[in-house]
């Protein structure tokens, strides 16, 4: 995948990530498909942070620790003294099933807010002024929704110039495109099967599909009265 980004791709291949990247938008499509929308209310300005579960492999993968999520926070709290900052963490945190990396001491803070509903975060980040994240693909869902991302890991779409990181560059990655990364993300290193006939599909047939199921499953209200 660093080769992909890093070699860039043509006008074409750019072009057809503008399109997928135009039908995730327009699809409300997420990693977290299944979820409802958070229909909260949100804060006219906030920031929004990204909590991982303890033990996921892409923290250590993409050169994090404990010490990544406490400067994370650090920072949404430093460099927004006037916003609320919105934490998601998966609901089983809440319920002591599993752990979180942000530890419970540090959420005591007056202007933070949990999220831990296991909703879908389009709206989150659609309004969200900036994104913070260790290595959670929040993070690149973000980029797909043009919001500033704050990085504190080194996950595969960070290093590129496309996201403000806390960590140095490695010296495989430099600039880059959003284009690249997401040519490379869906396109060259993915493989899709459409679930109907398990035959192979192209990322914008899946991205389609993920659209319409959803559309199917939110598209009506949670009760009807006959």
Not at 97 to 117: A, F, N, V, Y
Not at 169 to 174: F, I, K, S, V
Not at 206 to 225: C, D, H, N, V, W
């Amino acid at each position: 995948m660093e080769q992909v980004i890093a070699q860039g791709v043509g006008d074409a291949q750019a072009e057809r990530a503008r399109f997928l990247i135009a039908a995730w938008q327009a699809g409300g499509i997420s990693k977290y498909n299944h979820a409802p929308e958070y229909d909260g209310e949100l804060p006219n300005s906030y920031v929004l942070v990204a909590d991982q579960t303890y033990g996921d492999l892409s923290v250590s993968a993409g050169m994090a620790e404990q010490a990544s999520f406490e400067a994370m926070l650090q920072a949404a709290l430093d460099e927004n003294p006037n916003d609320p900052v919105l934490i998601k963490i998966h609901p089983d945190v809440l319920t002591h099933q599993t752990w979180g990396w942000i530890s419970e001491d540090m959420l005591t803070h007056p202007r933070i807010r949990i999220i831990g509903d296991g909703s879908h975060p389009v709206r989150l980040l659609k309004h969200a002024s900036a994104v913070y994240v260790v290595t959670s693909l929040i993070g690149f869902e973000a980029l797909l929704w043009n919001r500033p991302v704050r990085c504190f890991g080194m996950p595969f779409y960070a290093g590129w110039g496309l996201t403000k990181d806390a960590l140095p560059t490695p010296h495989r990655r430099g600039q880059a495109r959003l284009e690249d990364v997401v040519y490379a993300a869906f396109v060259a290193q993915a493989r899709y099967v459409d679930p109907r006939d398990g035959a192979l599909c192209q990322a914008e047939q899946a991205i389609s599909y993920m659209a319409e199921q959803r559309a199917l499953k939110f598209g009506f209200p949670a009760q009807t009265s006959v």
